[in-house]
């Protein structure tokens, strides 16, 4: 006898039901992601996330198989973008409930898109692993399209770390500090203003993905100064849950971005090489990182130049609304 399933929007109380689930599916999907109740508390409090009306999770026999989130971008000026994700327990799949979730979310997200835009055009838009080809295939079934693909790029941090660099032009390369906060964030504003699919950050989606999260670290982040300017960033972050799984502390590059006035200088180059020379010596035995393989800027050449290497591929894939 199937066992009556129970949809209702998610809340902060689940997060460690959505925390077991995260596991059970990177178990099965090998994707090496992992969260703790914490991290999954942490993004439902995201300030661009209504729980009640943007998630979902899926309850059967007091467990939770499946859930879905639809996150709506607050500004658009050629296209608004509404960012979907949801996964299915590996013991729970092939029942319908992935294809439900996907259908709840399209549904969701075009609603969201009507609401705040509805004279631009709309897009969904989710990453998918790129070995998950069922996944991949449930989701070109409700429309979307591979558009954009991404890197997850690795390096240990061993003997074989290069020494930090230097900047030119007389740029000097200082540790972040609170005071830079709201520059740094404008000098990221400018850097991917022209890198597709972005979308400026308020000052609030700001603390909350960057300077304010758990996982960010001031220690290992670092910004290029011309006078008192912000003329680049790098911006690290350590997650707790990766280091408990792994055994192994990391230190991930969550964001790295060189003002245009500034490109050309060395100091993208300065800012990791120093980021990486610092996390070997606080004790961080692995870099990482995420790259867009089309990024205009020669990200990729760069990090392939300072020791990283490709580990895992996954796939921007797009629905128009």
């Not at 998630?55 to 500004?75: N, Q, R």
């Not at 900047?167 to 400018?190: I, W």
């Not at 699919?197 to 996982?215: C, F, L, Q, Y």
Request: glycine content about 10%.
């Amino acid at each position: 006898m199937q066992t009556t399933q129970a949809w209702r929007p998610l809340s902060l109380d689940d997060a460690p039901a959505l925390a077991e689930l995260f596991a059970a599916v990177e178990a099965a999907d090998a994707t090496e992601e992992h969260y703790d109740a914490e991290d999954l508390a942490e993004d439902l409090g995201d300030p661009l996330l209504e729980p009640a009306h943007d998630s979902v999770g899926v309850w059967s026999g007091g467990e939770l198989i499946g859930y879905a989130k639809t996150l709506a971008m607050p500004d658009a000026t050629d296209v608004h973008r509404v960012y979907v994700e949801g996964a299915v327990r590996p013991d729970a799949r092939g029942r319908g409930v992935g294809t439900d979730l996907v259908n709840w979310q399209v549904t969701r997200a075009t609603q969201l898109h009507r609401e705040r835009f509805p004279d631009l055009p709309g897009e969904a838009h989710i990453p998918l692993h790129a070995p998950n080809t069922a996944k991949r295939h449930l989701y070109q079934q409700a429309g979307f399209e591979a558009r954009r693909w991404y890197f997850d790029m690795r390096r240990p941090l061993d003997g074989d770390i290069a020494p930090a660099t230097a900047p030119s032009g007389g740029l000097r390369v200082v540790p972040f500090t609170e005071a830079y906060d709201e520059a740094t964030r404008l000098a990221h504003n400018e850097a991917f203003r022209e890198h597709w699919g972005h979308t400026p950050d308020s000052p609030e989606r700001w603390r909350h993905g960057s300077t304010g999260a758990r996982s960010f670290r001031p220690g290992l982040s670092f910004l290029a100064l011309d006078g008192d300017e912000v003329a680049g960033y790098v911006m690290s972050h350590e997650y707790e849950a990766e280091t408990a799984m792994t055994g192994v502390r990391e230190c991930w590059i969550h964001r790295l971005g060189t003002r245009p006035a500034w490109r050309g200088t060395g100091v993208a180059t300065a800012l990791l090489t120093t980021a990486l020379r610092t996390a070997h010596d606080q004790g961080c035995r692995s870099a990482g990182l995420s790259v867009d393989t089309a990024n205009a800027t020669g990200a990729l050449s760069l990090y392939e130049r300072c020791g990283f290497r490709t580990g895992h591929t996954w796939i921007g894939y797009v629905r128009p609304l």
